[in-house]
């Protein structure tokens, strides 16, 4: 099954809100990385997280990995119709595992 | 640099027919995979390969087989198809397993009737 599972599955938010998805992994990753995959598109490398309460930013993105290096969330800052999509997290380990994602909607 | 290339785009197969899912890289990448997405399930990793003449089952490999006898390709084959193989399939490479960024294909989206 699923080494790493993502909550919610779906959002909606009006634009200009915020968002954050979480991911959670019942065992210790090496390294979590995150991807957004547009709609009809393929998955993208967006960023990798690899210290343990690593906090990384892009632009209106902030990325965090956990302490115990078990789970991560991925927070999306006054959101807009760009960010639309589904954002996958994935914790590699000898192969790569994806969550199972959270659909994004911005609703003009 | 082409990237990850995947062919046909679209295919449409009738139950039991076979056919192969074309993968293909150029970034001299030692670590390729299949995934399948479904509506809900996410990415579900099929076969993997971490070099030339070596694969791997992923969680989900029933039905699927692979081989690797260069670098660069990394087809699948659906020995028989089934309605249940109705998905859209990824190809993504990556220098190694772990700690480097994996690059996806455009994706085959394939029906099975």
């Known amino acids: 099954g699923q080494q790493v599972m993502q909550i919610p599955q779906y959002q909606h938010v009006q634009e200009g809100e915020d968002f954050t998805t979480y991911c959670n992994s019942s065992?210790?990753?090496?390294?979590i990385q995150w991807y957004k995959q547009r709609p009809g598109g393929h998955p993208v490398f967006l960023i990798q997280?690899?210290?343990?309460?690593e906090v990384k930013k892009q632009k209106r993105l902030t990325f965090q990995f956990g302490e115990a290096k078990k789970n991560s969330s991925l927070h999306i800052t006054a959101t807009q119709t760009t960010d639309v999509g589904t954002y996958f997290c994935?914790?590699?380990?000898?192969?790569?595992?994806f969550g199972t994602g959270t659909s994004l909607t911005v609703i003009p | 640099n082409a990237g990850v290339t995947q062919t046909p785009k679209f295919q449409v197969l009738k139950t039991g027919q076979s056919m192969t899912l074309q993968c293909a890289q150029d970034?001299?990448?030692?670590?390729m995979s299949w995934y399948r997405q479904d509506p809900g399930m996410g990415l579900r990793l099929i076969h993997y390969s971490v070099g030339a003449g070596i694969t791997d089952q992923g969680e989900v490999p029933n039905g699927y087989n692979v081989s690797r006898s260069t670098t660069e390709d990394f087809p699948l084959r659906l020995l028989s198809a089934a309605p249940s193989q109705t998905s859209v399939y990824f190809c993504?490479?990556?220098?190694?397993?772990?700690?480097?960024?994996?690059?996806f294909g455009p994706g085959t989206r394939l029906t099975v009737l």
């Open positions: 065992t210790t990753l090496s390294n």
């Open positions: 994935a914790g590699p380990r000898n192969q790569f595992y």
């Open positions: 997280l690899v210290k343990s309460g």
């Open positions: 993504a490479s990556s220098r190694q397993a772990s700690y480097n960024e994996q690059f």
């Open positions: 970034m001299n990448h030692e670590y």
